[in-house]
Each structure stands twice: as structure tokens, then as C-alpha cells.
């Protein structure tokens, strides 16, 4: 039989990214209209789901490279009524996303890394860019979706490879072997165009529904 009559060997259609790609993306949140400033949750990034759970509504674009303009969507979360384990998940993404953007090793405790290690807000992530290790969860119907759930910082050996020759390390020699500097801010606020269908609630883990 030829090609067009049996299509056993026929590239699965599956269209994910292979789990544990490093990819260079750039965060947009979209915003969800929810403040809370006790919190710190200001600019009406952070959405409030039906359950009470706020999250940042995360859409990843990647960059660069093979995967370069494809979208992930991923909650990074702040806050769910079940306890503080989707909370401190999101603050252990986010202090992730600052190492890697500003080229910060996670063991390093200077003072200016500490202070890299803060933001004025929500804005200051919107527009960030970062090397991401891709993973894969599922979605609400059961599916595999692909999700960011870390961030590859200075510490991992491919890092100035992905994120290019200019990334910058706090406390000593950059990854690239540049002397160090000052965080950049963080990238404008870039809106890429809407994908075909924005995601709500699917692949939201279960202490979050």
C-alpha cells in the first residue's frame, strides 16, 4: 500500500510543544477587572473566578526558535478558598519569571538580587520576558494542554544559550560572561493578536475550581 492508503505512520496531529522544551516567551496578562490593594492586586490585572479563586490570566507567547508565535495559557494563581497551595505556587512561578528575566541565580541573596526579586505590581509582569521550561496538564475536557509551571533561570547550563548573549547575572559574571548591570524594566506591554479561542477555567487544578 502507498502513503495515501494507510495512514498508520501518519504524524499524530497532537500540535503540543514536547514536554521539558526551554523556550524564551513573553508574558501578557489579560485582564480580569479585580482589585484587591490590601493585597497588592492593582491596574485590574487579577480575575476573580466564580468559586472566589484569583488568578492572573496568563497567555505566553514564545519568541523565538521552532515554537516561535505559538500561545500558552497558563493561571498563575494568587488565591483560592481551599488554602494556600495554588498561591504559593504562583509566587514560586513568579519569583521563577524575575530570576530568569533579569538573570538572577535563585541562590543569590544580595542585596540587589533582592531587590530584582520585586515589583511594583502586576504591570511590571505584563510584557516580561523569560525562558520557560514547557510542561503538559490537561484541560477540563480530559485533553492535553500544554502549561508553564517554571522558569529556567541563570543555574541551568542552557540558559545563555535560549535567552541569548545579553542576558545579565546579578553579583557576578553574566551567564554570557558580561559584566553585570542593572535590571532592565521589564519589556512594554505587548498585545499579540487574540487567539481563535481564549481559555477560561479548563486545566485549572482542582483546589482552584
Given at each position: 500500500?502507498?502513503?495515501?492508503?494507510d495512514?498508520?505512520?501518519?504524524?499524530?496531529?497532537?500540535?503540543?510543544?514536547?514536554?521539558?522544551?526551554?523556550?524564551?516567551?513573553?508574558l501578557?496578562?489579560?485582564?480580569?477587572?479585580?482589585?484587591?490593594?490590601?493585597?497588592?492586586?492593582?491596574?485590574?490585572?487579577?480575575?476573580?473566578?466564580?468559586?472566589?479563586?484569583?488568578?492572573?490570566?496568563?497567555?505566553?507567547?514564545?519568541?523565538?526558535g521552532?515554537?516561535?508565535?505559538?500561545?500558552?495559557?497558563?493561571?498563575i494563581?494568587?488565591?483560592?478558598?481551599?488554602?494556600?497551595?495554588?498561591?504559593?505556587?504562583?509566587?514560586?512561578?513568579?519569583?521563577?519569571?524575575?530570576?530568569?528575566?533579569?538573570?538572577?541565580?535563585?541562590?543569590?541573596?544580595?542585596?540587589?538580587?533582592?531587590?530584582?526579586?520585586?515589583?511594583?505590581?502586576?504591570?511590571?509582569?505584563?510584557?516580561?520576558?523569560?525562558?520557560?521550561?514547557?510542561d503538559?496538564?490537561?484541560?477540563?475536557?480530559?485533553?492535553?494542554?500544554?502549561?508553564?509551571r517554571?522558569?529556567?533561570?541563570?543555574?541551568?547550563?542552557?540558559?545563555?544559550?535560549?535567552?541569548?548573549?545579553?542576558?545579565?547575572?546579578f553579583?557576578?559574571?553574566?551567564?554570557?560572561?558580561?559584566?553585570?548591570?542593572?535590571?532592565?524594566?521589564?519589556a512594554a506591554?505587548?498585545?499579540?493578536?487574540?487567539?481563535a479561542?481564549?481559555?477560561?477555567?479548563?486545566?485549572?487544578?482542582?483546589?482552584?475550581?
Open positions: 500500500m502507498g502513503s495515501w492508503n495512514f498508520n505512520d501518519a504524524q499524530s496531529n497532537t500540535n503540543l510543544i514536547p514536554k521539558g522544551t526551554l523556550a524564551k516567551v513573553r501578557t496578562i489579560r485582564p480580569g477587572g479585580f482589585d484587591d490593594a490590601s493585597q497588592g492586586w492593582t491596574g485590574g490585572y487579577a480575575t476573580r473566578g466564580s468559586t472566589g479563586a484569583v488568578y492572573l490570566n496568563g497567555e505566553f507567547t514564545v519568541t523565538e521552532q515554537y516561535a508565535r505559538r500561545k500558552i495559557f497558563t493561571l494563581g494568587l488565591y483560592s478558598p481551599k488554602g494556600p497551595d495554588w498561591a504559593n505556587m504562583g509566587r514560586s512561578l513568579v519569583r521563577g519569571m524575575l530570576n530568569s528575566a533579569r538573570g538572577i541565580s535563585d541562590k543569590d541573596m544580595s542585596a540587589e538580587a533582592q531587590a530584582a526579586r520585586r515589583i511594583n505590581g502586576f504591570a511590571d509582569l505584563d510584557g516580561i520576558e523569560f525562558i520557560a521550561r514547557i503538559i496538564g490537561t484541560d477540563a475536557s480530559g485533553d492535553d494542554k500544554n502549561e508553564i517554571s522558569a529556567v533561570t541563570p543555574d541551568h547550563r542552557d540558559y545563555p544559550q535560549v535567552m541569548g548573549t545579553a542576558a545579565l547575572q553579583g557576578g559574571q553574566s551567564a554570557a560572561g558580561h559584566a553585570p548591570q542593572q535590571p532592565t524594566p521589564a506591554a505587548h498585545q499579540p493578536s487574540q487567539p479561542s481564549a481559555p477560561g477555567a479548563a486545566g485549572r487544578p482542582s483546589w482552584a475550581q
